[in-house]
């Protein structure tokens, strides 16, 4: 007899109604009844609560029970929708499921996801473990598996599929539509149809469309573009991300060195490198060494090493400011003034240099901003610093006279402030162009770099400054 109180329900629709309920409380409710039926052994129930549900939303769900009951509500679901749910998994949990799997049941699971994310999950693996899986594997699948592995990391031949529709220029459109009828299941994408010769080379694509809407009699060769757009297995991942955005594509063609088709990349992998892309360049631009892991999920020790790098080597970087002080003790001791103004120029200097670095490297990535714009890049930083930094001294003269703290050093500050914004503005702007050129992540010029190197280069200038006014004023 079952419990009517474990009826299932769609919380996620019953909860919809009310606009106000976070969707994180939906999950945690879904979470909660579908424990409770797993707990009085209402399977089919907790079936029927799960395959109501959206792929990522059964995925959160489930990732956020512990133990037995995790193991439990994963293996509740269709084997249709098994692998497509396990492949929305973190690769920690991906780990955590294959451990508790029979052999049949993680064969079952890695036959059938799409090579590419399959790959992913490997690569995050201790390699004992792949050995281990990739022995469940088919011949077939252990092949294609060991080839995506050969290939370098972060190029187009690790995150290809090879799971696409291929077809001879000869066949006829209705030749055509039978194959990719008979293939279209066990391929990622049938949009987009690639032509290849007797050699394997490519020679173009034809989009679904086009076939659907020709003559059955027509041949492939008359609808088909020529010369895609094409990238090869060693192009690096972010050069393919670019391709697939800069030409609107769905997927695009991957050739090896001899121009013979072996996969694709479609535009869903291209988000996820996108996204790895963007969390790297964000940790190096805040100073932190790059983890896949996010922050509640990285080891204690893992993240205290993370972030305590860079701030070390800075440490050390800024503490020759104290040397810079020394150095100047005795242009202090008659100019006491001048230091009422450190903490201010110091700071100025590295907010611009900071945004104007962030600036500069957004606009790399993007592709905005090139080597060939390198001159102009120089001439409007230098302009818009200078015009920055005689507004800026424009305001801190201001503040001098209204509240007449520094009056005596005031043109000192002034002057150094404009030399300074100028300079950090330059700068900010220069330097990951200086780094990308030899050929390291113009991320790494970060703004606790850029704001301590700002630091110890300002207070310089503003002491030289000091020292050729004051001396001219003596």
Same mark, same amino acid.
């Given at each position: ?46 079936? +029927? ?229 963007? +969390?790297?360049?964000? %940790? ?6 790059? +983890? ?62 900071? %945004? ?13 901003? +090139? ?104």
């Amino acid at each position: 007899m079952q419990n009517n109180d474990l009826e299932p329900k769609d919380p996620l629709k019953d909860e919809g109604t009310q606009p106000d309920l976070a969707y994180d409380r939906v999950i945690e409710s879904t979470r909660e009844i579908l424990a409770e039926l797993i707990d009085h052994g209402q399977l089919k129930l907790a079936r +029927t609560l799960l395959i109501k549900l959206e792929p990522k939303d059964i995925a959160l769900v489930i990732s956020r029970m512990t133990g037995t009951e995790k193991i439990l509500a994963f293996r509740v679901l269709p084997q249709d929708k098994a692998v497509e749910i396990f492949e929305y998994f973190e690769a920690p949990e991906q780990e955590e499921f294959l451990g508790n799997f029979t052999n049949q049941e993680a064969k079952q699971i890695l036959e059938n996801m799409h090579p590419d994310d399959r790959t992913d999950l490997f690569e995050e693996l201790p390699s004992i473990v792949v050995r281990r899986l990739l022995k469940l594997l088919s011949n077939e699948e252990r092949k294609i598996a060991n080839q995506l592995l050969n290939f370098k990391e972060d190029t187009a031949g690790r995150i290809m599929t090879p799971e696409y529709v291929d077809l001879e220029r000869d066949l006829t459109v209705a030749q055509a539509l039978r194959i990719i009828k008979k293939e279209a299941p066990d391929k990622e994408t049938i949009y987009t149809n690639y032509i290849v010769d007797a050699s394997g080379i490519l020679v173009g694509v034809v989009p679904l469309k086009n076939i659907i809407l020709a003559s059955s009699d027509t041949l492939i060769s008359e609808i088909m573009i020529d010369n895609p757009t094409k990238v090869t297995t060693e192009t690096p991942q972010e050069e393919v991300a670019k391709v697939i955005k800069n030409y609107d594509l769905l997927a695009v063609p991957v050739v090896d060195l001899n121009g013979r088709m072996v996969g694709i990349v479609t535009v869903d992998d291209v988000i996820d490198v996108l996204e790895e892309e963007n +969390t790297e360049d964000f %940790q190096l631009i805040a100073g932190i060494q790059p +983890t896949d892991e996010g922050y509640l999920k990285s080891g204690f020790i893992r993240l205290i090493f993370n972030r305590s790098l860079w701030l070390v080597i800075l440490l050390f970087v800024a503490s020759v400011t104290q040397d810079v002080i020394k150095a100047y003790s005795d242009l202090l001791s008659n100019h006491i003034a001048l230091s009422f103004f450190f903490t201010l120029l110091v700071g100025v200097g590295g907010n611009i240099g900071s %945004q104007s670095s962030i600036l500069v490297i957004r606009g790399l990535a993007t592709g905005e901003i +090139t080597k060939k714009d390198t001159l102009r890049l120089l001439f409007r930083s230098l302009t818009v610093g200078a015009t920055m930094g005689v507004i800026l001294a424009g305001f801190v003269l201001l503040r001098i006279f209204i509240f007449g703290t520094g009056t005596d050093v005031k043109w000192v500050v002034a002057v150094a402030l404009a030399a300074l914004t100028t300079l950090a503005n330059f700068l900010g702007a220069m330097l990951p162009l200086v780094i990308k050129k030899i050929g390291i992540d113009p991320a790494l010029v970060s703004s606790p770099l850029i704001t301590t190197l700002i630091d110890v280069g300002g207070l310089v200038l503003y002491f030289e400054i000091a020292r050729m006014f004051l001396g001219m004023i003596g």
